[in-house]
């Protein structure tokens, strides 16, 4: 599948690697529909960029079928990309011994990975209803985990545990859309300088980078962007969840 001529969704698109993910298809020569709850930054960078902005919380159904079907007014929608998500820092006990909020836990969970999922299934419906490329293929859906999905540290439980589920749901969800002719892939990135990274203090910033193996410095967005472009291209890759993270592998904390 290429990307000239299809038709891309990215939730999370007002900034980070959803906007960085928007800018390289774009450049590409997709048709893409940011979609964000930043209504300003969102209209921004699509009126920058070339690109369609639609308001939506990945949570609700009506919202995120509305955005989608502002993807397949430009035509039919082939890629759906996810990076919408939240996350913050709390231990299961802290330190004198209060447990976790659950409501905060719930929250994560809404957002990362019953979002996650909720764009997938509607996405997927629409993707479906597009007809079929070389070898059947009609689309493909990316997914965002983390690799703290796989080495969560001290107060990531619920980040790590809404992560885990999307790197969980990525074979089942290939198979379950491979009679579609649709493949799911999911990158889990490492340390990426993204606007959350960016209100830290820049020697907090090098100790995060120091830990990165090689290259020794943050993930730039536009190397996820790169990525999600190289996953859309490759035809056999499918059902796999791809570390992109400068063989991190994260301390306890």
């Not at 900034?15 to 298809?25: C, E, I, K």
């Not at 490329?133 to 985990?145: K, P, S, Y």
């Amino acid at each position: 599948m290429k990307l000239s001529g299809s038709v891309a969704l990215i939730t999370g698109g007002a900034s980070g690697l959803g906007a960085a993910t928007a800018r390289r298809l774009v450049a590409g020569g997709a048709r893409a529909v940011v979609v964000d709850r930043d209504e300003a930054r969102g209209a921004a960078l699509a009126s920058e960029i070339g690109a369609t902005f639609a308001k939506a919380d990945v949570t609700d159904p009506a919202q995120v079928e509305a955005a989608i079907a502002a993807a397949t007014q430009l035509g039919a929608l082939r890629i759906c990309v996810s990076c919408a998500g939240v996350g913050w820092a709390a231990r299961t006990l802290d330190r004198t011994g209060k447990p976790h909020d659950l409501e905060l836990f719930q929250k994560v969970i809404a957002v990362n990975l019953v979002g996650t999922f909720n764009v997938m299934r509607l996405a997927a419906a629409a993707i479906a209803r597009s007809e079929p490329l070389d070898h059947g293929e009609r689309g493909v859906i990316v997914n965002t985990a983390s690799v703290a999905a796989f080495d969560g540290q001290i107060g990531q439980i619920a980040y790590a545990a809404s992560k885990a589920g999307v790197a969980g749901m990525t074979l089942p969800a290939a198979r379950d859309l491979a009679p579609a002719g649709i493949r799911v892939v999911t990158i889990a990135p490492g340390i990426f300088d993204t606007p959350m990274l960016g209100t830290l203090a820049d020697d907090r910033r090098a100790a995060l980078a120091a830990d990165v193996v090689f290259p020794k410095r943050l993930g730039d967005p536009a190397e996820y962007g790169a990525l999600v472009a190289a996953i859309v291209e490759t035809g056999y890759l499918n059902g796999e969840t791809i570390r992109l993270d400068g063989a991190l592998r994260m301390p306890p904390k």
